[in-house]
């Protein structure tokens, strides 16, 4: 095995495992703010570090060891599958369209990249919750909580901003110290 796969495995580990702890900080932030059932996406910034560093199939690994890991860890239920896809689907997104783009790491282009990215993940959130919520509650339930939901959109394009100035410094910083 190669030194730089070992090392991979490693970073990725080490993502997933960061995805978990900011997931659980996330759900506790919205708690404290009156927002039960809104998480600021802050988890999302270690998957988008495995997808620029390493492309998509680390970044599917990376996003679906710390999304099971953190459905594990507040409770697997029936609904789980469908709670892990915007994740895993938003990583595999943000590795796709930066590939797309030739890894190109002008802050523009990562702003696109991640704007569109987010755009998807909260899509998909909005879409998680109405399933989840259809099939415990029904239609009429599930449609009034969609529209609560949508509030997912705004929150994600926000961060997608913040991302956006970040994530360009971050990610030139740790080429530098793991020499990728």
């Not at 702890?21 to 009156?34: D, R």
């Not at 369209?97 to 282009?109: C, E, M, Q, W």
């Amino acid at each position: 095995m190669k030194k730089n796969y070992v090392k991979k495995i490693c970073i990725c580990a080490v993502l997933s495992a960061l995805f978990v702890a900011l997931e659980w900080l996330s759900s506790t932030i919205g708690k404290i703010a009156f927002l039960d059932g809104y998480q600021i996406p802050i988890s999302c910034f270690p998957l988008i570090i495995a997808a620029l560093l390493f492309g998509v199939r680390w970044s599917f690994l990376t996003s679906l060891v710390g999304s099971f890991l953190s459905q594990l860890a507040f409770g697997i239920s029936w609904n789980t599958l469908i709670w892990m896809a915007p994740t895993i689907i938003y990583a595999v997104v943000v590795a796709l369209l930066y590939k797309a783009f030739k890894k190109n790491d002008k802050p523009l282009i990562l702003s696109i990249v991640l704007f569109i990215s987010a755009i998807v993940l909260s899509s998909l959130n909005i879409a998680a919750t109405y399933l989840s919520n259809w099939v415990s509650f029904g239609k009429a339930v599930a449609n009034f909580i969609a529209i609560f939901a949508s509030l997912k959109l705004v929150g994600g394009i926000v961060f997608a901003i913040i991302f956006a100035i970040i994530t360009p410094i971050v990610i030139k910083q740790i080429k530098k110290l793991i020499k990728i």
